[in-house]
């Protein structure tokens, strides 16, 4: 069955690794898919993966900006007014919001909002404000919500954000599964992660790791503050950080005042599977997530992760077999999971391989692309 699809983002690196595999998954279906997406430093690596795909640029931005804003929306009705999609398909917070406002405003019949997690939300708690408010648009205007995770679609149905049959949860959750036979396969690294180690020097050490955006939502000052509580009972070990800064102050600088411990600090990387198959463990104290696929992702590279007991993260692991995941009113709670894998390195393994089998039971991207596939059509039936 053949039919007009449309992927629309706020950023073109979001779309090059949430459809990478799926699109040409689709397109061999013969189906015709179009992605629009602005021009924000990752389109011609979006170009070279998605070479008969139809990129559309658009001047959308993903900060608020209310000139900006209503030109992007002008832009999305005229876009979508001339190419009639059959199913329009918007990702991330202000894609959702400006593309289910046009898509309304075009006619168009069949809009699907995937949420990859909402920003109006601390540890499980809503945040009432203007921003929840645009965050519940999409929710309104859109036919039917994917959640990237089961835990996240209870949230919602339980706040009253969405009707429990308008949103649903494709196989056991993720955006497009999780590559554990080539990328995510710890049998890949063994060489350049020994290279890697040298090159850092921390052959010797117990590597604790934070992978992502450099912010507080994700946890970067619980981090700090745990590992100088760590550093105090143990000394062999050392602290690996990989993201980029999005604090307002320079992390580097950031952590010269901060930081008790010896660290090393890898702001960006186009390889963060190789960081992370150094990581002895992975430490994510992340406030809110919609699934938590980087955690997902350490798991399938054998490494156990601590993190908070959060919706989206509790998909993403299993609590004492392939982690821990501890009640986010105790930060403490992290040291003693933490000093549990110390002091027990047969848990720390046998939690790394519980981790990678858990992966490859429930998150294989054929599946999860085959079950996209099959919503589609019923969707178009409905």
């Not at 690596?45 to 929306?73: C, G, Q």
């Not at 909402?118 to 708690?125: A, G, P, Y």
């Not at 992340?286 to 007991?309: C, D, M, S, W, Y």
Request: charged share 25%; aromatic share 12%.
């Amino acid at each position: 069955m053949s039919f007009k699809l449309c992927h629309v983002f706020s950023s073109s690196q979001s779309a090059f690794y949430f459809l990478n595999g799926q699109i040409q998954f689709f397109e061999n279906k013969r189906i015709k898919v179009t992605i629009i997406v602005p021009d924000d430093g990752f389109i011609d690596e979006l170009r070279s993966v998605f070479p008969i795909t139809k990129i559309i640029i658009s001047p959308i931005v993903r900060e608020i900006n209310l000139l900006k804003d209503i030109k992007s929306l002008f832009f999305f009705v005229k876009t979508f007014y001339r190419n009639k999609f059959d199913i329009i398909h918007l990702h991330t917070p202000k894609a959702g919001l400006l593309g289910s406002v046009a898509a309304r405003i075009t006619f168009h019949k069949k809009i699907v909002f995937h949420l990859h997690g909402l920003v109006s939300i601390k540890f499980d708690q809503l945040i009432n404000g203007l921003t929840l408010k645009m965050e519940m648009i999409p929710f309104l205007l859109s036919h039917k919500v994917i959640s990237v995770s089961k835990s996240l679609e209870n949230l919602c149905i339980v706040n009253g954000l969405v009707n429990k049959e308008k949103i649903s949860t494709l196989n056991s959750g993720s955006i497009n599964g999780i590559d554990s036979s080539n990328r995510f396969n710890p049998l890949n690294f063994k060489v350049e992660s020994k290279l890697l180690k040298e090159e850092l020097d921390i052959e010797d050490k117990f590597i604790i790791g934070f992978l992502g955006r450099v912010n507080f939502d994700k946890g970067i000052d619980t981090f700090i503050r745990v590992a100088n509580e760590l550093i105090t009972r143990h000394i062999n070990l050392v602290f690996l950080i990989v993201g980029p800064n999005e604090l307002d102050v320079d992390f580097d600088e950031y952590l010269k005042n901060h930081a008790k411990f010896s660290y090393r600090y890898i702001d960006r990387t186009y390889n963060p599977e190789l960081y992370i198959s150094i990581f002895d463990l992975f430490l994510f104290p992340t406030v809110r997530e919609g699934f938590g696929l980087v955690a997902a992702e350490a798991n399938a590279l054998e490494k156990p992760v601590i993190g908070f007991e959060i919706s989206g993260l509790i998909d993403a692991i299993e609590n004492n077999r392939t982690g821990f995941l501890v009640d986010p009113l105790c930060e403490l709670n992290l040291v003693t999971a933490i000093e549990k894998y110390i002091q027990h390195p047969r848990l720390l393994l046998k939690h790394g391989k519980s981790g990678r089998k858990r992966v490859v039971s429930k998150f294989q991207p054929k599946s999860l692309w085959e079950e996209q596939y099959k919503f589609y059509i019923e969707f178009l039936d409905s």
